[in-house]
């Protein structure tokens, strides 16, 4: 391929995923950016920040198999991707290390830094192109890669490269695997004040033998019984997650999912003296406890989106109460907090979780590859300006730390 076949590549932006959730919260057509995405590559098929531009919308709009398609078709180009700040010269350089997925598979911290004066450069790690070849100007060096067997390679690897790293290394590669389901029950379920049930990562022949046969769930372990949490062991933001009461809808669940390793654990009832659950998500930036958002639903599996905040002014009044006096919630389950940042080992970390009426901490999952953002509108959520700049303020102080110690 000649010099010249390059003269033509627009310089498009990568852009991340930032701009479309924002387009997504907005209620804007991501069908029509996905279809002005695709006219442009039949014009400029070497533009790789189109390509991974498109899979995220791709990702978005739930089209998983031709997303992974596009994005493989871009990272044959390049794998580093930059997000300037919005003002220059920025104020900070973080190298992001990631990992070829879907929108789950890595910390989208662009989503928390929009519009900031800190340069993003993402690098989508391979075992044969661990780091960026040459290696951009940073100040710290961010693990984004989110926890999942074919992942544990790559992790492993960037443990040995990144040891005497001369910048920091913001969330240590070998501390990544705490994050998985079973393992994190293991590490925080003894700390006092906190209820994370014991999750259990089972085939499906032994799901089966407990549906068609009859077979005790205590086979399986002595403390499990109905209902159980059931979730295939790949799935993120609640796919294919279900409330299973009994035998007849364990079975249910078997035809209509076809996964082959699930995680099952213990249902463990948090809804409050009025009928309704709570669920909110808790930011842990180098230890420190920042509120990110709190749903309030009728129905026990609450996702954000659906469940009804913008719709419903009380819903919303109950959330800034909470948002503006987290001082309250720290001060109810600061030790606990505490210990949780402690031995996940991780600099920035995300827990969803509940309060139980015997006002235990109910720790859903815990990992750092939850969205935390702020884009809803601020007429409709005036109250989660100020919380979510805490937490951009705490990520710019470690960085600010972290640029100090290697100075």
């Known amino acids: 391929m000649t010099e010249e076949d390059h003269v033509d590549i627009p310089s498009t932006p990568f852009l991340g995923l930032a701009p479309f959730l924002r387009a997504s919260i907005e209620g804007q057509d991501l069908q029509a950016f996905a279809r002005a995405a695709l006219?442009?590559?039949?014009?400029?098929?070497?533009?790789?920040?189109?390509?991974?531009?498109?899979?995220?919308?791709?990702?978005?709009?739930?089209?998983?198999?031709?997303?992974?398609?596009?994005?493989?078709?871009?990272l044959t180009l390049q794998r580093s991707f930059e997000i300037p700040a919005l003002t220059q010269p920025s104020s900070f350089r973080i190298l992001m290390l990631m990992v070829p997925g879907d929108i789950a598979a890595n910390t989208p911290l662009d989503c928390l830094l929009e519009g900031s004066d800190i340069d993003l450069f993402c690098h989508y790690c391979a075992l044969d192109a661990l780091l960026p070849d040459p290696l951009p100007p940073h100040d710290a060096v961010f693990i984004a890669i989110g926890d999942a067997p074919q992942h544990r390679p790559l992790l492993t690897a960037l443990a040995t490269a990144l040891n005497d790293w001369p910048v920091r290394v913001l969330n240590r590669p070998q501390a990544i695997p705490n994050t998985q389901r079973d393992t994190a029950c293991q590490i925080l379920h003894d700390i006092p004040g906190v209820l994370m049930p014991t999750t259990y990562r089972i085939s499906r022949e032994q799901l089966a033998a407990v549906a068609e046969t009859s077979q005790p769930l205590t086979h399986i372990a002595a403390d499990l019984d109905f209902p159980l949490i059931v979730r295939p062991f790949d799935s993120h933001a609640g796919r294919d997650l279900e409330r299973v009461a009994n035998i007849a809808a364990l079975q249910r669940y078997l035809d209509q999912v076809s996964s082959t390793e699930f995680f099952i654990a213990p249902f463990i009832d948090y809804s409050g003296a009025d009928g309704l659950f709570r669920k909110f998500r808790i930011a842990l930036v180098g230890g420190k406890p920042f509120a990110v958002h709190m749903a309030v639903s009728a129905h026990w599996m609450i996702h954000y989106?659906?469940?009804?905040?913008?719709?419903?002014?009380?819903?919303?009044?109950?959330?800034?109460?909470?948002?503006?006096?987290?001082?309250?919630?720290?001060?109810?389950?600061?030790?606990?907090?505490?210990?949780?940042?402690?031995?996940?080992?991780?600099?920035?970390?995300?827990?969803?979780?509940?309060?139980?009426?015997?006002?235990?901490?109910?720790?859903?999952?815990?990992?750092?590859?939850?969205?935390?953002?702020?884009?809803?509108?601020?007429e409709l959520f005036p109250y989660k300006q100020e919380p979510i700049q805490q937490i951009q303020n705490a990520l710019r102080q470690l960085l600010a730390t972290t640029t100090a110690e290697t100075e």
């Open 39 to 74: 006219g442009n590559l039949n014009q400029f098929p070497l533009d790789a920040n189109l390509w991974m531009n498109l899979s995220t919308l791709m990702f978005s709009l739930g089209q998983r198999e031709s997303a992974f398609a596009t994005q493989n078709q871009g």
């Open 305 to 378: 989106v659906n469940a009804g905040m913008y719709e419903d002014t009380e819903k919303r009044q109950e959330e800034a109460q909470f948002m503006l006096h987290f001082d309250a919630f720290i001060t109810r389950h600061g030790q606990a907090l505490g210990m949780i940042a402690e031995r996940m080992g991780l600099d920035y970390v995300c827990f969803d979780g509940a309060e139980t009426q015997a006002g235990e901490l109910l720790i859903f999952e815990i990992d750092h590859v939850m969205v935390v953002h702020a884009m809803d509108p601020v």
